[in-house]
């Protein structure tokens, strides 16, 4: 079988995790190098990643989470941000930046923008705003975490359930430097290692023939 499928089987939405077992450095780095390497549309990259191991400060967080235990048992909690608006248009640091490691000349980057332009006014504005596009591509590096951390025999658990206004706003109090520059919150990872007494239950899926059609 092939070994992304592998540990696609591998994964499950952790639960509860046993809050004695810690992921070794060397392993969490490379589980976050694989959203480091992640795609986004116009190689934009509009995230960070806050690899949270601190437990008052996830103490704190669990109430604004529907008070969810993986907040607080797992090894490390992933805060995936997105840049909204601000640092996402043309002109903007962020956008020079990643232009720049790209070794577009002036010409090639007006060229750019206005294709960027096109597709904000006419693709993008009118089905979602900045956040909701942001999010979309954090949503890849999501899944290249939980894949990263399966194929390292590390469970996690994807967590949408939080309070979004609540965390934002602890956020920017509690680490205003790393919120700073238009960060807010699009989902969030618990990695760690399942509780020996957690029984998974049965994977859940509609066919396959269903829900994959060759056409
Ligand atoms: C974007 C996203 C958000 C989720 N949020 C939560 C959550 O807040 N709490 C939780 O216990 N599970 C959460 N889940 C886990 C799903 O319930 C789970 O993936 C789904 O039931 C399928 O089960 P499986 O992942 O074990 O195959 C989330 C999953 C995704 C993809």
């Given at each position: 079988m092939n070994a992304v499928l592998e540990a696609l089987y591998f994964r499950h939405a952790c639960k509860?995790?046993?809050?004695e077992r810690t992921i070794p450095e060397e392993t969490i780095r490379e589980i976050m190098e694989a959203a480091h390497i992640s795609p986004s549309s116009f190689g934009l990259q509009p995230w960070k990643f806050l690899v949270i191991s601190d437990h008052a400060l996830r103490r704190e967080m669990r109430p604004l989470c529907w008070d969810q235990p993986q907040v607080t048992d797992c090894s490390h909690l992933v805060v995936i941000l997105t840049r909204r608006e601000k640092t996402l248009k043309p002109g903007s640091e962020h956008m020079r930046r990643v232009f720049a490691m790209r070794g577009f000349n002036e010409e090639q980057l007006r060229a750019y923008y206005k294709r960027i332009e096109n597709y904000y006014w006419q693709e993008l504005i009118p089905y979602m705003n900045f956040f909701a596009w942001g999010s979309k591509q954090c949503y890849i590096a999501l899944a290249d975490i939980m894949a990263a951390a399966a194929a390292s025999k590390v469970d996690s658990c994807p967590l949408e359930g939080f309070d979004k206004s609540a965390l934002d706003h602890f956020l920017h109090e509690k680490l205003p430097d790393e919120m700073a520059d238009d960060f807010s919150v699009a989902v969030l990872c618990a990695l760690g290692y399942r509780h020996p007494d957690w029984q998974q239950p049965a994977r859940a899926r509609l066919p396959f023939e269903e829900v994959v059609r060759f056409v």
């Open positions: 509860k995790f046993d809050p």
